[in-house]
């Protein structure tokens, strides 16, 4: 095989012809294969090369390995760009992941400041059966299974393009040898102490020794995924819009589909919101969905990602960590107004002030004051004339989304007693009595097209 024609073919597929590129470079010898690629491609189609070598200091090789680099990109006349990622910021595990967001975060840095839209990694048909083996054995959702994509968005504006994953490992290194590139062996590749090594020297050679075309077979079957997941996306995107309403998923109609699209959906919302998820956290969703005797309800699925059912509504919402409720937190002085956001204000004056039509007031005697307005508490109670009132509890009772109940704003003392829940609920106890006098008033005001 040509190497160099069937490079050019996927070069012109790829379509990026003399734009510039980004290319992680390594030293090893499919990313030095790459450069020599790129630097044979014919001039009308070849791009501006510009080379990002990361040291991971993981070993006392990679300094002579980076320089190098940096001295093949000088004699080419190719732009460089390298960091070190040192090694007292390593994690204890999980390094080669870690390893892995910092070199892309790296590569991102580098595309903003010289506006380059278009990352190449020197990832190869091998790689492509190895990460699909690994996969296949760790289990998980079948998209996965998809593997390593020909090419993908990279930074939402970008694209991460991998244009040797039809070369088998075996050839580069022959195109290497013919044209007498110098690159370097990462000694730990010959260790079995991770999976990947493992999958690389026991399971692929076997793998290849009963099928020569093994390699081309798993390829062929990675762009068969990639097509059936694209069109399934389509179809199931249509679903989705079908349920959708500005403040969720109409639980009702999600609940007349058969279970395949009720799963597809589900993993869809969570893909475009979350990330993957795995067939345990569908399952327990859709049994979130269709307990009848459950009208409210909430799964972690992520992070601060939590997968919710409201009455008739599902979806995933952000929820704030406890530490970060109740942050906001303002005085109220007499006679000036407290923007809560832009469509909303409060403030405390005398009363008698006169007010708007749509205006919501609580009224007070002195003996409450000072007041502050804020976002509730985990905890908060409302003060009433029969005692005290869980916050939560009237907003269940009220029927206020999970998602909406951290937003919800309450107006209390300097001892945090809460004596309005604004929008739904006030304290009996300022209500005038027989001996008693209102003496001010707090105004909660919507201000939605108003001149302010």
Same mark, same amino acid.
């Given at each position: ?15 990026? +012809? ?20 790129? &630097?044979?491609?014919? $001039? ?5 090369? *510009? ?6 200091? !993981?070993?006392?090789? #990679? ?13 080419? &006349?190719? =732009?460089f760009?390298?960091? %070190? ?7 204890s ?7 892995r ?12 400041? @010289? ?8 990832h *190869? ?7 699909? !083996? ?12 998809k &593997? ?5 968005? @990279? ?17 580069? $290194? ?6 007498q ?15 990947? =090594?493992?999958?690389? /020297? ?20 990675? %762009? ?12 199931l995107?249509? !679903?989705?819009?079908?349920? #959708?309403?500005?403040?969720? $998923? ?8 058969p ?9 869809l ?22 307990n ?15 997968? $919710? ?8 919402i ?12 303002q ?10 956001s ?6 405390? @004056? ?10 919501d007031? !609580? ?5 409450f ?5 804020? /976002?509730?508490?985990? +905890? ?20 206020v ?7 919800v704003?309450?107006?209390? =003392?300097?001892?945090?007693e ?5 929008? /739904?609920?006030? #304290?009996?106890? #300022? ?13 909660y ?8």
């Amino acid at each position: 095989m040509d190497l160099n024609l069937k490079f050019k073919q996927i070069w012109e597929q790829l379509n990026i +012809g003399q734009q510039a590129v980004l290319v992680g470079v390594s030293g090893g010898v499919d990313s030095m294969v790459l450069l020599d690629l790129l &630097g044979q491609l014919p $001039y009308s189609i070849r791009p501006v090369i *510009h080379v990002a070598t990361v040291d991971h200091c !993981l070993r006392p090789e #990679s300094v002579q390995e980076t320089e190098y680099v940096r001295q093949y990109c000088l004699d080419h &006349g190719l =732009n460089f760009h390298t960091i %070190q990622w040192p090694k007292n910021t390593h994690p204890s595990a999980g390094i080669e992941e870690a390893g892995r967001h910092f070199r892309y975060r790296f590569f991102a840095d580098i595309m903003t400041s @010289f506006g380059i839209k278009h990352l190449l990694t020197a990832h *190869h048909a091998d790689d492509q059966a190895e990460t699909f !083996l690994m996969k296949l054995i760790r289990g998980g959702d079948l998209s996965q299974l998809k &593997g390593i994509q020909f090419q993908r968005s @990279f930074m939402s504006d970008r694209y991460l393009s991998r244009p040797l994953l039809f070369f088998a490992k075996k050839s580069l $290194y022959a195109y290497a040898n013919q044209r007498q590139l110098t690159f370097f062996e990462d000694q730990t590749n010959s260790s079995d102490e991770f999976l990947r =090594n493992r999958i690389r /020297h026991e399971v692929v050679p076997l793998l290849k020794q009963e099928s020569p075309h093994f390699l081309e077979h798993l390829n062929s079957y990675q %762009q068969q995924l990639n097509e059936l997941f694209s069109v399934s996306k389509r179809s199931l995107s249509k !679903l989705i819009t079908d349920i #959708s309403t500005p403040e969720g $998923y109409r639980t009702e109609k999600w609940l007349m589909w058969p279970v395949a699209e009720k799963k597809a959906t589900l993993r869809l919302i969570c893909e475009q919101q979350v990330g993957e998820i795995n067939e345990g956290q569908v399952n327990e969703m859709i049994e979130l969905l269709e307990n009848e005797r459950r009208p409210q309800g909430k799964i972690d699925v992520k992070g601060q990602k939590v997968f $919710y059912k409201n009455y008739h509504l599902f979806g995933v919402i952000t929820v704030a960590q406890p530490d970060e409720i109740g942050t906001f937190k303002q005085r109220l002085t007499l006679g000036q107004w407290v923007d809560l956001s832009p469509n909303e204000k409060i403030g405390l @004056f005398p009363a008698g002030t006169l007010t708007a039509e749509n205006d919501d007031v !609580l009224e007070i005697t002195a003996e409450f004051l000072p007041l502050d307005v804020r /976002h509730r508490l985990f +905890g908060d109670k409302l003060c009433t004339s029969i005692g005290k009132q869980k916050v939560k509890k009237i907003l269940i009772d009220r029927k206020v989304p999970v998602d909406q109940r951290a937003k919800v704003w309450v107006v209390g =003392n300097e001892n945090n007693e809460v004596l309005w829940i604004v929008g /739904h609920k006030k #304290s009996n106890l #300022s209500r005038q009595d027989v001996n008693d006098k209102i003496h001010y008033i707090v105004i909660y005001r919507k201000i939605s097209g108003e001149k302010r």
